[in-house]
């Protein structure tokens, strides 16, 4: 059985570096070729330098990749392309400068404690969280003032793009529900909430038919979330597992099925909805006022179970039907015509 920790020595010393972690940053040394023959390791205490053999170095920073902490992004990739731009951080294409491959990377703003929270909790969910679905992570860097982490190149575009630019068929939306609705169900049995999906945390790349869902810095496990004053210097996926923290305030463990009749009815009516208008409510005038645009009840009737769904019991055979009503209402939404 794997350790989830990897000893290093140096002289006389041996340091021991626990995975899933954010103390301390590797620094691997700047080199035209594929072999690393030192890094260096920082913290808030020092720095030391290690070498190691180049033949072995490569294989050392791949396997730690995705796994401990690296700094010195300008020595291994290029900004390609922006994707997006937020006013608290970036999701752009970058090209490995070793290999030319193109990678996607988030990129966070530092100075503000919820955008540290948010870093953290993006790192540590989709080091746990392996699916078709949602980002595969790679790499994560903290630099002078940028956050970043490396992930598996994923394309398309956002669904409130898709919808603007009236992009999407029947046949398609229905593939996005219903692929949506498997990886809400994955995440919510291996014990997480995603707390955030909407239409521009979703992307769909047409080609392969495939949405990936973005974007875990609100994401929970087990009702439990690091709190804005727990430094990412100091969190393993242990301490995270077993903190016992206060949760997000109006935060709702079944909020993500709400999140998805919410995106789905804006799939289906074509109108991409002001967030600021709405709350985790089954009562919402505007969400109702939507429906009613709806000319088919078997349709309305299903987003009205998922935005209701905080009344329903039995949650485990709730996600279970979901599954199965939307493969009943293929026909309905592939023949759905938003007159």
Known sequence: MLKDEVHLQNENEIEIIKL????????????????????????????????????????????????????????????????????????????????????????????????????????????????????????????????????????????????????????????????????????????????????????????????????FGKSQLKNQSVIAGDSYFSKTTKDYSELNTQTYRNANQDKDYFDCGLVFLQLITQKVLSHKDIHYSDNNHILMSLITEIHNQKISTFLMKLLSQNKVQDKSSFSENLLTEIDDLNFELSNYKNY
């Open 20 to 215: 899933n972690s954010f103390q301390p940053r590797f620094k691997w040394s700047k080199c035209d070729i594929s072999d690393i023959g030192q890094f260096e390791l920082f913290d808030n205490r020092k720095s030391r330098i290690y070498k190691i053999d180049p033949s072995q170095g490569m294989m050392l920073k791949e396997f730690l990749s995705g796994k401990v902490c690296f700094q010195g992004i300008n020595n291994h990739f290029k900004i390609a392309k922006i994707i997006s731009n937020g006013n608290f951080g970036s999701i752009v294409r970058m090209r490995n400068l070793q290999n030319e491959e193109l990678v996607t990377c988030k990129i966070f703003k530092q100075g503000r404690p919820e955008l540290e929270q948010e870093f953290t909790n993006e790192v540590l969910a989709l080091q746990f969280l392996k699916h078709k679905n949602l980002p595969k992570i790679r790499e994560y860097y903290i630099e002078a003032n940028h956050n970043y982490i490396i992930y598996d190149l994923f394309e398309g575009h956002p669904l409130d793009i898709c919808i603007k630019n009236n992009v999407l068929d029947n046949q398609q939306m229905y593939n996005i529900m219903k692929e949506l609705l498997r990886v809400v169900k994955f995440i919510k049995m291996e014990g997480y909430s995603h707390q955030n999906i909407k239409l521009e945390n979703i992307y769909y790349y047409s080609l392969m038919n495939q949405i990936t869902l973005v974007d």
